[in-house]
């Protein structure tokens, strides 16, 4: 995928242990925010981050099949064990929001045609689980991710950063459920 950023050593990144690939989605119909994480359990590799965006000017109805196409693609390319995305929620904006719920619809439908299990997570579990503060501010989150990913720097655009949080939520979430026989 153009503007993707992807690390070489894919699944190979946990010789002789066993994990979980997480992709995390930061949904929208502009900027879809996507982030690969493989989780042992006690770290994260990064697999592969980026965004999809689709033009201002295009149709809705082509911008939704765009976001459709284009998260088929990764979702064959990575092989996600499961997929993590921000729980919607209404703003003051409501013909955006309703805009977002189409988008994040198509990105439902196709994590479930390719047999992906589906996890949603709020801001505040987000918040939570990378800083440990419910009420963290944005970039409070970006940092942590940044530090907790050991990368160089706050992966952009921030959608991007959104995505690999809510990778590290499930990946903290599921990590806890499957320690009491849960999962």
Known sequence: LPGE??????RQAFIGRVFVRILGIDPGY???GFGVLDFDGREFKVVGFGAITTP???????????IYLDMLMI????????MSLEKLYFNTNHTTAIDV???????????????????????????????????AEKKQVQEMTRS????????????TADA?????THGHCAHGLNLQGML
Not at 103 to 131: C, D, M
């Open 164 to 168: 690999l949080a809510l990778a590290i």
């Open 30 to 32: 502009a900027t879809i």
């Open 75 to 82: 979702l064959e390319k990575h092989k996600p064990d499961a």
């Open 5 to 10: 950023k992807s690390s070489p050593a894919g």
């Open 101 to 135: 719920a189409q988008a994040r619809g198509v990105i439902l439908l196709s994590a479930r045609q390719s047999q992906v299990p589906i996890f949603e997570y709020t801001p505040l579990q987000v918040k939570n689980s990378v800083v440990g503060y419910g009420r």
């Open 148 to 159: 907790i990913l050991r990368l160089k720097e706050v992966p952009r655009p921030d959608d």
């Open 56 to 66: 201002a000017g295009a149709e809705f109805d082509s911008r939704l099949q765009m």
